[in-house]
C-alpha cells in the first residue's frame, strides 16, 4: 500500500478526560523563563540595557519610581501585583492620578509595562525546551486522552510539540477561532495553521489526536484587535519595539522587518496577556473564552495534575475557577519541589483528595516511578 495516501478525517475528543495537565511558572523555570516575582526587577533594575534606554521603558521606571519605593542594593521591589493593582485602580474607578498622570496616561502606562514584561519573558523563549519537549514524549506514550491548561505566557510548550506536528501524531487546538483559519484573500499571508476542529488532512497510516492548550492568561504569540474582535497567531514573531511599543514581523527569506497590524481593518493590535494584579479583570473576551473552556476541561477530568503551581492568594480567580468545578471524584495531584505548609492548606481547601510530590518539573521527567504514580 502507497505510504503517501492522505485523507481528511475529523479528530474527535473523548467525553471524559484523563489527564488534565495545570502548569505553573515552575514548569517554564527550568528554561530560565522568570518566575512572577522577578519580572518587576528585571524591567526597573538597568540590567537589561534595551529596557533602559527604550522610552517605553523610561516612562514605566519613572512612574513606579514616583509612586513606589524600592531598593536597588538591598534588592528589595515592589510586588509586581501591587503596581498593577494600583494602576487597575484608577482605571477601574475612571479616576487620573494627577495632572501628569491622566486616566489616559495610565491606560498608556499599564499597556507599556505589559509589553515591558512580554519582552523580557520573550528573551528566555526564543530556543527549544528539552523538558517540555520530554513532557510531550510521556504523554504521547502514557495517555494521549490529555489536556493542558497553562497559566505562562511564553511559548516553550508550543515549540516543543514540533516534533508531534511534524510526525502527524498530534495537534494543538488553542480553544479560541484565530484569524488564521479564515481563508480570504486579506489573511492569506497568515493562512497556515490548521484548524483541527474542522477535518483535518493526514497520512491513512497516522493515528494524530487532538491536545487542549489553554491558556488561560494569554500568550506571546496571541495579538488581539480591538475592532474586529478577533486574533492572530503568529507563532515565530513574538518581538516588541520598546520605542514605540509595536509588535514585529519578519518576512522570509528577505528578512525584512515590518509592523504588525489587522490585516482586515488595519488597527493597532494589542497583547493578549493577563496583567499579574490583586484586581483582575476577566472581561477580555478572549480571556473569557478560555476560562469557559477550562472550566469544561476540569468538569470533565478523572485526574489533575498541577505542576510547579502555588496556587497563590493572589490567583483568586483560579482558585474560583478551580473549586467551583472540582468535585470529591476528582484525583488531585499536586508536583511542587517545595514542602510548604502554606502551599498544602491552598490546595486542600479545594478538597481532601489531594496528593503531594515533593520533585521539581525537571525532576519529575526523570523519574519513571513519578510517571507511575500518576498514570
Known amino acids: 500500500m502507497n505510504a503517501d495516501i492522505h485523507q481528511e478525517s475529523f479528530l474527535r475528543y473523548h467525553q471524559v478526560r484523563d489527564t488534565v495537565f495545570i502548569l505553573g511558572a515552575g514548569a517554564s523555570n527550568p528554561d530560565g523563563v ?3 516575582s522577578e519580572l518587576l526587577p528585571m524591567i526597573i533594575s538597568g540590567e537589561i540595557k534595551e529596557i533602559e534606554d527604550s522610552q517605553i521603558g523610561k516612562i514605566v521606571s519613572e512612574f513606579i519610581k514616583q509612586n513606589f519605593k524600592f531598593d536597588l542594593e538591598r534588592k528589595e521591589f515592589p510586588q509586581l501585583e501591587a503596581v498593577f493593582g494600583f494602576i487597575d485602580y484608577f482605571i477601574q474607578h475612571n479616576e487620573s492620578l494627577s495632572s501628569k498622570y491622566t486616566l489616559e496616561k495610565i491606560r498608556d502606562i499599564k499597556e507599556y509595562l505589559i509589553k515591558l514584561i512580554h519582552y523580557v519573558v520573550n528573551l528566555r523563549t526564543d530556543k527549544s525546551s528539552p523538558y517540555y519537549h520530554k513532557f510531550w514524549e510521556m504523554i504521547l506514550n502514557r495517555n494521549k486522552n490529555s489536556s493542558i491548561i497553562t497559566l505562562n505566557y511564553d511559548t516553550l510548550l508550543e515549540q516543543a510539540f514540533d516534533f508531534v506536528f511534524k510526525s502527524q501524531k498530534g495537534f494543538i487546538d488553542y480553544c479560541i477561532p484565530l484569524m488564521n483559519y479564515e481563508k480570504n484573500d486579506e489573511l492569506k499571508t497568515y ?3 490548521i484548524n483541527p476542529r474542522e477535518p483535518v488532512r493526514t497520512n491513512i497510516h497516522a493515528d494524530p489526536s487532538l491536545f487542549k492548550i489553554i491558556k488561560i492568561h494569554g500568550s506571546l504569540n496571541w ?3 480591538t475592532c474586529c474582535g478577533q486574533t492572530l497567531l503568529t507563532p515565530w514573531d513574538r518581538k516588541i519595539d520598546l520605542n514605540r511599543g509595536k509588535f514585529m514581523g519578519y518576512t522570509y527569506p528577505e528578512n525584512t522587518e515590518y509592523e504588525y497590524s489587522c490585516p482586515i481593518d488595519g488597527t493597532e493590535f494589542q497583547t493578549v ?3 499579574p494584579s490583586h484586581l483582575k479583570s476577566l472581561t477580555h473576551p478572549v480571556i473569557s473564552q478560555l476560562i469557559t ?3 469544561k476541561e476540569i468538569r470533565v477530568a478523572k485526574r489533575i495534575v498541577f505542576i510547579g503551581y502555588s496556587l497563590s492568594n493572589a490567583d483568586i480567580h483560579v482558585k ?9 471524584k476528582k484525583e488531585i495531584i499536586v508536583i511542587n519541589p517545595k514542602k510548604k505548609t502554606s502551599m498544602e492548606l491552598n490546595y486542600q481547601s479545594l478538597t481532601h483528595h489531594v ?3 515533593y520533585s521539581s518539573f525537571e525532576e519529575f521527567l526523570e523519574q519513571e516511578s513519578t510517571f507511575s504514580k500518576i498514570f
Open 34 to 36: 522568570p518566575v512572577q
Open 191 to 193: 493562512n497556515f495553521w
Open 223 to 225: 495579538k488581539y484587535c
Open 273 to 275: 496577556i493577563m496583567a
Open 293 to 295: 473552556e477550562a472550566a
Open 320 to 328: 474560583a475557577l478551580l473549586k467551583k468545578n472540582i468535585d470529591d
Open 355 to 357: 496528593r503531594f510530590i
